[in-house]
């Protein structure tokens, strides 16, 4: 059984950080590539950032460049995202998912799987 297991994520002050990790686990493929996305009440679920799994090429929403960083341990097949300088709008529950394409993509439809997700609420 496929899993996906998100943590990390809690309530921090603005300005503060925390570090998400996403562990996968019962892949019956190898997978190429993992990715965060979030969602906030009311809104749609929208693309963080992306890694290729080997070589480590990274993609990132224009809104969390210079402040979120991806990065993965492929021993773990564990996936993670820093995230500093939080603003309030970064609120959201957040997600990673996993996708068997090389290519690095921003549309949710071409992950397969899905962790549960993981909240953050950052404070003003």
């Known amino acids: 059984q496929v899993q996906l297991v998100e943590s990390g994520g809690g309530l921090v002050q603005a300005g503060g950080s925390l570090r998400l990790c996403c562990a996968a686990?019962?892949?019956?493929?190898?997978?190429?590539?993992m990715a965060w996305f979030r969602q906030a009440p009311g809104k749609d679920r929208e693309f963080v950032a992306a890694?290729?799994?080997?070589?480590?090429?990274?993609l990132y929403a224009d809104f969390v460049k210079g402040r979120f960083t991806i990065s993965r341990d492929n021993a773990k097949n564990t996936v993670y995202l820093r995230m500093d300088s939080l603003k309030p709008e970064d609120t959201a529950v957040y997600y990673c998912?996993?996708?068997?394409?090389?290519?690095?993509?921003?549309?949710?439809?071409?992950?397969?799987?899905w962790g549960q997700g993981t909240q953050v609420t950052v404070s003003s």
């Open positions: 686990s019962g892949l019956t493929f190898s997978p190429r590539g």
């Open positions: 998912a996993v996708t068997r394409t090389v290519l690095l993509i921003k549309t949710p439809g071409a992950y397969e799987y």
């Open positions: 890694i290729r799994l080997n070589a480590g090429n990274t």
